[in-house]
T-cell receptor, first 113, second 110 residues
């Protein structure tokens, strides 16, 4: 089965810090996604990538950037963390796009103090 | 614009009772619709999608274009069905964004 691994389950950071969230998938999937999950708001797409070095903005990209230097790894970067970025971050991958099954990581709960 | 509405944040049913989780969507084209589920301490995972017209774990969902709905149903709820359920919509083949509803937490009471 596809494995999507997020490097940290919990992270606590200070306001203004640069934060890296890492995601690795092991099934050679073309597409990778970063969502944030907030109670009452569901999941919202931050960025996605359909190929190495290719990225597209999602619905809420402000304050975030991404990096995809290798096919299996997709990193989410918070350039200067703020308290409103406290959230659960979910990484996902799929073979051909969102109409195929998305495989999710277990999530990173980020707290920005 | 695409939008997915799940009107119930919380839903409780007794074991053995029928369950229906509501999902309504707004989209001008031909939608692709999905149900994702997150059990306690597990990852979010695909439950079913309308294009497959399948039944998974006893759940079914029918796309009603007239009512723009994709309600999830199960005739007899089980305790292991307790979870968070998200309805999601994709606009078209090759689309790269899946629009999620706000989710419904289902609790099945023993």
């Amino acid at each position: 089965d596809v494995k999507v691994t997020q490097s940290s389950r919990y992270l606590v950071k200070r306001t203004g810090e640069k934060v890296f969230l890492e995601c690795v998938q092991d099934m050679d999937h073309e597409n990778m996604f970063w969502y944030r999950q907030d109670p009452g708001l569901g999941l919202r797409l931050i960025y996605f990538s359909y190929d190495v070095k290719m990225k597209e903005k999602g619905d809420i990209p402000e304050g975030y950037s991404v990096s995809r230097e290798k096919k299996e790894r997709f990193s989410l970067i918070l350039e200067s963390a703020s308290t409103n970025q406290t959230s659960m971050y979910l990484c996902a991958s799929s073979l051909t796009g969102v109409n195929e099954k998305l495989f999710f990581g277990s999530g990173t709960q980020l707290s920005v103090l | 614009a695409q939008r997915v509405t799940q009107p119930e944040k919380l839903l409780s049913v007794f074991k053995g009772a029928p369950v229906e989780l509501k999902c309504n969507y707004s989209y001008s084209g031909s939608p692709e619709l999905f149900w994702y589920v997150q059990y306690s301490r597990q990852r979010l995972q695909l439950l079913l999608r309308h294009i497959s017209r399948e039944s998974i774990k006893g759940f079914t969902a029918d796309l009603n274009k007239g009512e723009t709905s994709f309600h999830l149903k199960k005739p007899f709820a089980q305790e292991e069905d307790s979870a968070m359920y998200y309805c999601a919509l994709s606009g078209q083949t090759g689309a790269n964004n899946l629009f999620f509803g706000t989710g419904t937490r289902l609790t099945v009471i023993p």
